[in-house]
């Protein structure tokens, strides 16, 4: 009898064990516990540039190869294509409150917007004719703004609550960023006090305060460069810079006003292999190897893999 009643004590116990941790299988004790995946593969030949995350446990992922976006269950590290591309490049791409996801068309000079639910293309946008690298985009001030690579303007698409506007805005860029060859103007982020906007050049390594007039001016980095500078990540006044091809995140610390920074230290993993850009979900930061050091083919294997966030 004794021995029944504490085999029933301990039945109780392990339940209610359960129950205040979420169970040994729920997705909030695998957090706790670190066992969401580090590591998400995606489709061989898929040349992966921008990453996207929200709320949810999602990441979207862009395709250099044809434009189409892929989507992972952070929990589980599966995943699969749902929107199929026009066949140009999708490269920076952020998810709005909506769940629609604004993506930069690279040299097919062009922006979209698509359902990250259904996949479904809700609007198209021709921003620019000619040659063109449209590579980043961010959503602040009531507008996604977006980059161009090669034409020393940024694109602004002006939201109204659920309303996408008929054409985009051509801001030219004034002031101290001077366009050269190779990359320039690359990943962009809103200023810490949200006032104006930040962009990193790839080819100088220079990081540029840009008022939404356009008008630009270096930020004092006292001496560092962000050269390969890909893409950005603003969390509270911690700016997260990919240096590509240096297979490096440098992490500052900015003034509010984002006219200065410091870089306080730079992370690598030996899983990087040219990271392009960077998400964060929870306390881990998530990178897609772009790979652009190695000739894509159809069997080329991608990935994307996890960081702690330093």
Same mark, same amino acid.
């Given at each position: 009898?004794?021995? $029944?009643?504490? /085999?029933?004590?301990?039945?109780?116990?392990?339940?209610?064990?359960?129950?205040?941790?979420?169970?040994? @299988?729920?997705?909030?004790?695998?957090?706790?516990?670190?066992?969401?995946?580090?590591?998400?593969?995606?489709?061989?030949?898929?040349?992966?540039?921008?990453?996207?995350?929200?709320?949810?446990? *999602?990441?979207?992922?862009?395709?250099?190869?044809?434009? $189409?976006?892929?989507?992972?269950?952070?929990?589980?590290?599966?995943?699969?294509?749902? $929107?199929?591309?026009?066949?140009?490049?999708?490269?920076?791409?952020?998810?709005?409150?909506?769940?629609? =996801? +604004?993506?930069?068309?690279?040299?097919?000079?062009?922006?979209?917007?698509?359902? $990250?639910?259904?996949?479904?293309?809700?609007?198209?946008?021709?921003?620019?004719?000619?040659?063109? +690298?449209?590579?980043?985009?961010?959503?602040?001030?009531?507008?996604?703004? *977006?980059?161009?690579?090669?034409?020393?303007?940024?694109?602004?698409?002006?939201?109204?609550?659920?309303?996408?506007?008929?054409?985009?805005?051509?801001?030219?860029?004034?002031?101290?960023?001077?366009?050269?060859?190779? +990359?320039?103007?690359?990943?962009?982020?809103?200023?810490?006090?949200?006032?104006?906007?930040?962009?990193?050049?790839?080819?100088?390594?220079?990081?540029?305060?840009?008022?939404?007039?356009?008008?630009?001016?270096?930020?004092?980095?006292?001496?560092?460069?962000?050269?390969?500078?890909?893409?950005?990540?603003?969390?509270?006044?911690? =700016?997260?810079?990919?240096?590509?091809?240096?297979?490096?995140? /440098?992490?500052?610390?900015?003034? @509010?006003?984002?006219?200065?920074?410091?870089?306080?230290?730079?992370?690598?993993?030996?899983? +990087?292999?040219?990271?392009?850009?960077?998400?964060? *979900?929870?306390?881990?930061?998530?990178?897609?190897?772009?790979? *652009?050091?190695?000739?894509?083919?159809?069997?080329?294997?991608?990935?994307?893999?996890?960081?702690?966030?330093?």
């Amino acid at each position: 009898m004794t021995r $029944s009643f504490r /085999a029933l004590g301990a039945i109780l116990a392990a339940l209610a064990l359960a129950v205040t941790t979420g169970g040994p @299988a729920g997705a909030d004790s695998d957090r706790r516990a670190g066992r969401l995946p580090t590591s998400i593969s995606l489709p061989d030949g898929f040349q992966p540039e921008g990453i996207a995350t929200g709320a949810g446990p *999602f990441a979207f992922i862009s395709s250099m190869a044809d434009g $189409s976006i892929y989507r992972a269950d952070l929990r589980t590290g599966r995943g699969a294509i749902i $929107s199929r591309g026009p066949g140009t490049p999708s490269l920076g791409m952020k998810l709005d409150s909506r769940g629609r =996801l +604004f993506v930069a068309g690279g040299t097919g000079g062009d922006a979209r917007v698509v359902d $990250s639910r259904t996949g479904r293309v809700l609007a198209s946008y021709r921003l620019v004719t000619g040659p063109a +690298f449209v590579n980043d985009v961010i959503l602040t001030q009531g507008a996604a703004w *977006f980059t161009d690579s090669t034409n020393p303007v940024l694109y602004k698409l002006a939201l109204r609550g659920d309303r996408l506007p008929a054409t985009a805005v051509r801001i030219p860029l004034t002031g101290e960023l001077k366009y050269g060859d190779g +990359f320039n103007a690359n990943g962009i982020t809103p200023t810490p006090d949200g006032r104006g906007l930040i962009v990193v050049q790839s080819n100088t390594g220079g990081l540029f305060r840009v008022d939404p007039s356009g008008a630009t001016r270096r930020v004092d980095l006292h001496g560092e460069s962000l050269r390969e500078g890909d893409g950005l990540l603003l969390r509270g006044r911690t =700016l997260y810079a990919v240096q590509n091809r240096l297979n490096a995140v /440098a992490v500052l610390r900015l003034n @509010a006003t984002g006219t200065e920074g410091r870089v306080v230290r730079r992370v690598s993993d030996p899983r +990087f292999d040219v990271p392009a850009t960077v998400a964060a *979900f929870g306390s881990r930061l998530y990178l897609p190897n772009a790979r *652009f050091d190695t000739t894509p083919a159809p069997d080329t294997p991608y990935d994307a893999v996890a960081i702690p966030r330093p």
